[in-house]
Every structure is written in C-alpha cells, then in structure tokens.
C-alpha cells in the first residue's frame, strides 16, 4: 500500500475516487449490491462504500474478492470498522455468485493480471443484473509522442528499481511494466467488453493518457 501511493505520487488514491463518483447513482441507492473484484487490502472497497454513504448515510452492501488470501486478511484488519463489507477469496474467471447477484462490478489495478481478459469479462458480465454496470480501472500505454518516453523511462527503469530496493521483490516491480505493456489499450478492451455482451462500453482516459 505505501509503495501504491509514494509511486504513484499519491494519484492511485485519487483515481480510486473518481472512479467510485462515476458510479454514484448506483451506490446511492439503499439496495445496491456491490463486487468490487481484485480487491487487493480493499481500498477501492472502501472507496464505493464512502461514496455510497455520503448519499444514504450508509454505504451499500459490498464484496470484495480476491484470489490472494493474505490480501484479504490485510484488508479485513485495515477496513474491520468500515461498514458492511464482506471479504471473499475467489478466482475472478469462475466466481461463486449466482447470475445476476450484482448492481455494479469494479475491478481496480487487478484485472490486468487475469490470465484471460475474455472468460473474466464474461464472468462479470454474468453476476451482474440486467441492467447492471461494470468499472474497470487499469494502466494503459500513453498515446502521446511527449509523454510515452518519459512514462516508459519512470515505469520500466525507476519503479523496478525503488519498488523492489523498497519492498525487496524486485520480481514484483519489474513484472509491473511488463504487464501494462501487454494490456489492451482503452479502445481495445472497449471492443472486447462489446463483444462479450456489454452495451455502451466506453472508456475514459486520466493523467496524461496513463
């Protein structure tokens, strides 16, 4: 979580915000059932449940789910006062939830590292209800001739080297740009959530097309 936020200048705890306003008129209803998918320690949990309770006093009924036990673990003892919150360990391309179980699914900084986009779009596109919504926050590739250099410079040189001096995994952070380097871009996830059923996808780019 501290190296989440000192390498991102402090933007990932914004960016879970914004994302969680973009679906406000669904976390303020009193009945909505949330799954926010590859919660991590939960911060985007927390971030939907706020959100939520600003507008009903309390926050909506929300899973967070995980393949990674020990995320969970982390995320029950940070969170242990925040609400309804429950915390599930499961595999996003086979989830045990009925169809049709959730008003709005959200997916922060894990999706990309599903084994296949496909099978977990169409697992999310079937707990959702008819009706239901589907947030995806991820890293892209820049688009612009000025900034790609300088993101390529700062993703595959500086935040291998600070993550894992840092963390001690070295593995890890050097595994980070490779792995946002093979993500589809925003257009092509767009078309790859169509394709699997979704209606309107679209997609909205912030700090520098990054």
Not at 143 to 165: E, M
Request: proline share 6%; aromatic share 10%; charged share 20%.
């Amino acid at each position: 979580d501290f190296l989440n936020h000192l390498l991102s200048f402090s933007l990932d705890r914004i960016w879970r915000k914004k994302t969680a306003k973009r679906f406000r008129h669904i976390l303020a209803r009193p009945d909505a059932r949330v799954l926010d998918l590859c919660c991590g320690t939960g911060d985007l949990t927390l971030a939907l449940w706020k959100e939520g309770k600003r507008s009903t006093g309390k926050g909506p009924r929300i899973v967070g789910s995980d393949f990674a036990h020990p995320m969970l673990c982390l995320a029950r003892k940070k969170y242990s006062n925040a609400g309804p919150q429950r915390y599930v360990e499961a595999d996003a391309l086979t989830l045990p939830f009925p169809d049709g179980s959730f008003d709005l699914v959200t997916a922060a900084f894990g999706f990309r590292n599903l084994v296949n986009y496909e099978t977990g779009l169409r697992e999310i596109w079937r707990v959702l209800k008819p009706g239901g919504e589907a947030g995806i926050l991820e890293f892209t590739e820049p688009q612009s001739a000025l900034v790609r250099p300088i993101y390529h410079l700062y993703l595959r040189r500086i935040v291998p080297q600070v993550g894992g001096a840092i963390s001690g995994s070295h593995a890890a952070y050097s595994y980070l740009p490779v792995s946002v380097s093979k993500f589809p871009s925003a257009e092509e996830l767009a078309g790859l959530m169509t394709k699997c059923g979704f209606a309107e996808a679209g997609f909205r780019l912030w700090t520098m097309g990054t």
